[in-house]
């Protein structure tokens, strides 16, 4: 088993986000039909799908590589009373073939780094309608001032991080509009990701204490939790609420 996986499947997430912060995101696009047709991009265990399921009433396509994570969003979805709206596929993000213009929103949350902000931006434009939303979650530095720790971390785990301006040009060549943004607060990050998974971190090092391969992965991972602690102002995950021109 993968050590992301080991660390994540029992918790509800398995990236920084609240129910509330998806629907504060979700309302920010306009004009959706009355049962819109949804993908949900990395879907994980689905905590934003139960929650776009229950305030549109769409239809919505979950997409993982992952089949226990699927497992588990069916679950809820099961219990939440809303499994006749979703159906997951166990698919790669890289290798998605829906017809042209399949969707009214195209949701990501803390997913679309693994294709690229840009790279997942402008291959996955062409499953949407005219006029359709996308929106996504992305890592962006928030402050001009960057601390050198952060720096020197991220650069090594995430180097494609960029700022709020940087992403909306990139948005912009990708060619949508009307960009808003919505910054998670940082206290979701602890109740709904960090907390829980900095537990789990110190489960794991009982029980791979003496493997220190594993050992050396989790010190990297603590350290994630440790940066942000301190510097939470610097950078953040970022929602971006786009539109694909209606023409
Ligand atoms: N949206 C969820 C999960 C985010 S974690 C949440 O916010 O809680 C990123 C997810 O992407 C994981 O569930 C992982 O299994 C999935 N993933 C990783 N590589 C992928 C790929 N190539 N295609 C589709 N999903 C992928």
Redesign the pocket.
């Known amino acids: 088993m993968s050590l992301f996986r080991e660390l994540h499947e029992r918790l509800l997430?398995?990236?920084p986000?609240s129910d509330a912060a998806t629907r504060r995101a979700l309302g920010l696009v306009r004009g959706l039909p009355p049962k819109p047709r949804i993908l949900d991009?990395?879907?994980?265990?689905g905590?934003?799908t139960i929650v776009l399921a229950e305030s549109t009433g769409g239809e919505i396509v979950a997409?993982?590589?992952?089949q226990r994570?699927l497992d588990k969003l069916m679950d809820r979805a099961s219990s939440a009373g809303v499994a006749a709206q979703i159906t997951a596929i166990k698919?790669?993000?890289?290798e998605m073939d829906f017809a042209e213009g399949s969707f009214d929103l195209i949701w990501?949350?803390?997913?679309i780094y693994?294709a690229g902000f840009a790279a997942g931006l402008s291959t996955w434009r062409r499953f949407l309608k005219n006029g359709g939303w996308i929106v996504v979650s992305e890592l962006t530095w928030l402050a001009e001032e960057r601390p050198a720790p952060a720096v020197e971390y991220w650069a090594r785990n995430y180097p494609a991080m960029r700022s709020v301006e940087r992403n909306r040009k990139i948005v912009a060549e990708a060619g949508y509009d009307d960009v808003e943004t919505v910054v998670l607060p940082a206290e979701d990050w602890w109740s709904n990701y960090y907390g829980p998974a900095e537990a789990r971190v110190a489960e794991l090092r009982s029980k791979y204490a003496n493997d220190r391969g594993i050992l050396a992965e989790l010190d990297e991972i603590q350290r994630e939790y440790d940066l942000f602690r301190l510097h939470s102002d610097s950078y953040g995950y970022v929602f971006y609420v786009m539109r694909r021109p209606a023409v």
């Open positions: 997430r398995q990236g986000g991009v990395g879907c994980g265990s905590a934003q997409v993982d590589l992952d994570f698919g790669s993000m890289f990501s949350e803390g997913a693994i």
